[in-house]
Structures are given as C-alpha cells and as structure tokens.
C-alpha cells in the first residue's frame, strides 16, 4: 500500500508520519518511510540544491527538472520494490507537491506538469494521499522554528522563505487538488495537536487497509 502526504511547509507531516510508522509497527506492519525530495542516493545530492536559500537563481523550470529526476529514481529505487516487497509506504511529499508548488504556486502548465509527472513515475499512483491542511500562517510559524531549531535556516530556507501569498496559493491548490480526487485524498485538520492529527490519519489509512481486507489490530 502506496500512502503520499502532502501540504504546505510546517504542516506537521514528518511529525506525523513517525508518529503513524510506530503505530504501523506495533500492529505487524513493516511501514517504509521515505521522502521527496531527497528519498534515494541521487536524491540526497539534489535536495541541497533544491532548498539551499542561496541558489534562488535556479530557474522554475530547472527545479522542476530536478524533482522529477528525484521522483523517477525514488520510484525506482525505493517505492517500487517495498511495494513489491508487501511494505506500506509511508512518502512525505510525491507527485501533488509538483502540481500544487510548480503549478499553482509558480504557474508552470497542468497538463504538462500531470504528462511529466507520469513519465518519472510510469504511472505510480498513490492508494491514499493524507494532506495536512492548515491556515498558512501557522505552517510558516512551525517552519520558520523548525530551520531555527536544526540550524537549517540557510540549507533549508528556499520555500519557507516563499512569501504568505505564495503559500496561500499553493495551500489553495492542494484543496483543488482533493476536491478533483475526493476518493483518493483525505483532508486532515492539522491545525489539531499532533496526537489528534496522527489519530485522524490512522483512521483514513485503517479505512483503506478494511477495504483490502487488512483491518488494524
Ligand atoms: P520538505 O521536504 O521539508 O517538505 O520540503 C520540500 C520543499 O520542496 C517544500 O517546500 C515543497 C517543495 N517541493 C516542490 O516544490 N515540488 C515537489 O515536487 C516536491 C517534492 C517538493
């Protein structure tokens, strides 16, 4: 089972997302966590570059270029073979960042973003894709602290450093996004404590597990 979680920076997701692959594991799940960018070897080269607050002169259409390699070896490298491999995958970020931060937040084409999108991943759809929703200026309050905390203020900063409208944007986006495919997305309250978050995302993905006849423990 393919899990992507999704929403704007400081909206929790790494938080939760241990939270959810304890709770996996204590039920017998092997939960895979993985990340985009930077879930593979050529990833962990290009995530730098893609966050590093200094190179802000890359291009819209060189960042783009540069996630979808991650994605196209991500999917390869690690996504593909755990799914073989029976894992639930647990991925902070895939193919709807692309379509929310390059297309609605920078304004790169839709259509050409979905065609790209298909071509890194042959078509790896996620079977649910948790997005974290909350109000713009307490994701950037979170973020901004976060950077503070692990000294990543510079080698992190590029989108937190985004402004609030840019943001509001592509949080705009995302709900567009789930409102087009309600049966695959569920919106989760993240402007909730974290204990309330994670209980909200167990019950989307113990949803999706008693459909395929796997119920939680
Ligand atoms: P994060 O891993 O801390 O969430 O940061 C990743 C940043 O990269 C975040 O601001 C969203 C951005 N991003 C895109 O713009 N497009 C993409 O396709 C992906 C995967 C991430």
Do not use: W
């Not at 996996?24 to 570059?49: D, N, V």
């Amino acid at each position: 089972m393919f899990i992507s979680f999704e929403g704007i920076d400081g909206s929790g997701k790494s938080t939760v997302i241990r939270m959810l692959a304890e709770y996996l594991q204590h039920s017998g799940y092997k939960p895979l966590l993985t990340r985009e960018p930077g879930g593979c070897t050529l990833g962990h080269s290009l995530r730098p570059i893609l966050l590093n607050a200094r190179t802000s002169g890359l291009s819209c259409r060189a960042e783009l270029y540069l996630f979808l390699a991650d994605r196209a070896q991500h999917v390869r490298e690690v996504i593909r073979p755990a799914l073989k491999a029976g894992q639930i995958v647990l991925c902070d970020r895939y193919t709807d960042s692309t379509l929310a931060y390059q297309g609605y937040g920078r304004g790169l084409n839709p259509e050409h973003l979905r065609r790209i999108n298909e071509m890194a991943t042959g078509g790896l759809l996620p079977d649910l894709t948790l997005l974290l929703n909350l109000p713009v200026h307490c994701g950037l309050t979170r973020a901004v602290q976060r950077n503070r905390e692990e000294g990543t203020v510079l080698s992190e900063g590029r989108f937190d450093a985004e402004s609030q409208a840019f943001h509001e944007v592509v949080r705009q986006g995302y709900l567009a996004l789930a409102a087009e495919e309600s049966s695959r997305f569920v919106i989760i309250d993240a402007a909730r404590p974290a204990g309330d978050v994670v209980l909200q995302c167990l019950s989307a993905v113990e949803n999706v597990l008693r459909q395929r006849g796997k119920g939680l423990d």
